[in-house]
């Protein structure tokens, strides 16, 4: 049995963070009230656990050569482990971690330093309200955004329309690449709403906030029948062809990875799905 777990009482979130051991893995599990939240190995920050999050560190290999330093913004922290990532992968990188939790990231790096080298700043606030400041810090232009604060349909609403995606462009450098984390339930209507939102041109017919728009999951949630997380990779370019060989490939596998024609046929068929015997 291994030690106890750590807790810390989230104000802002009106629930408990704990820290637990993972003994299988040599890391740390942090969970909110009970469910699993991040995984981190500190001994090894390479290595990310969980499927989604290696998705996203995937697109992070890609943005810049190899080694290459970055300035990311991370609209979110858990247990940080991307910004331990692209710290280990990327020495030199200047971050910026922002989270709404107060006591969250001083509980975890209590018992999870960040790696030595790591150039992380740690922001408390809403991510939207914090905007301004990110725009004025050393991680901002950005060339990599993390954002990962949404649960479902229940997020908040100014988080999910499209001036807040507009705001989060303007704090980005040319050829940037903004990641959404989105969980969603069965019918991914909250996912098809973060897609038409990010993607389809305003209501004046001007330009969509992103000129491209590719989406990264595991093959059995293109069923739509299927809880789980589905990342958006979103740039004020196109997204090189290239990346889509190296995503594959990269996995978790299966790994689906759909290009902007592709997202936008099958957002198409969730919203109009065929009855029984089609």
Request: charge should be negative; proline fraction near 8%.
């Amino acid at each position: 049995m291994g030690p106890k777990p750590a807790r810390r009482f989230l104000t802002a979130a009106d629930a408990w963070a704990e820290l637990t051991q993972d003994e299988e893995t040599e890391g740390w599990i942090l969970s909110i009230d009970g469910a699993e939240q991040s995984h981190v190995d500190a001994r090894n920050p390479r290595r990310v656990f969980y499927e989604y999050l290696r998705r996203i560190a995937n697109v992070i290999d890609c943005a810049a050569p190899a080694g290459h330093p970055l300035k990311a913004v991370h609209l979110g922290g858990g247990a940080m482990t991307l910004p331990r990532y692209v710290a280990a992968t990327r020495p030199g990188s200047q971050q910026l971690v922002v989270e709404l939790a107060r006591e969250l990231p001083d509980f975890v790096l209590s018992h999870i330093p960040w790696p030595e080298g790591a150039a992380v700043e740690v922001m408390h606030g809403d991510a939207r309200e914090a905007l301004p400041r990110i725009a004025q810090s050393r991680a901002a232009p950005a060339d990599v955004v993390v954002l990962d604060v949404f649960a479902g349909a229940d997020a908040p609403l100014h988080l999910r329309e499209r001036a807040f995606y507009e705001q989060v462009r303007d704090t980005m450098a040319p050829g940037g690449v903004l990641l959404v984390n989105v969980g969603d339930d069965p019918g991914l209507k909250f996912f098809a709403e973060q897609v038409e939102v990010l993607g389809s041109p305003d209501r004046s017919g001007g330009e969509p906030v992103f000129s491209d728009l590719w989406c990264l999951t595991e093959q059995s949630m293109l069923t739509g029948r299927n809880p789980g997380n589905l990342i958006l990779v979103a740039r004020d370019r196109a997204v090189p062809d290239s990346w889509r060989d190296a995503l594959v490939a990269a996995g978790p596998h299966p790994a689906a990875v759909l290009d902007r024609w592709e997202l936008e046929d099958w957002v198409r068929s969730l919203r109009n799905p065929r009855g029984p015997g089609h």
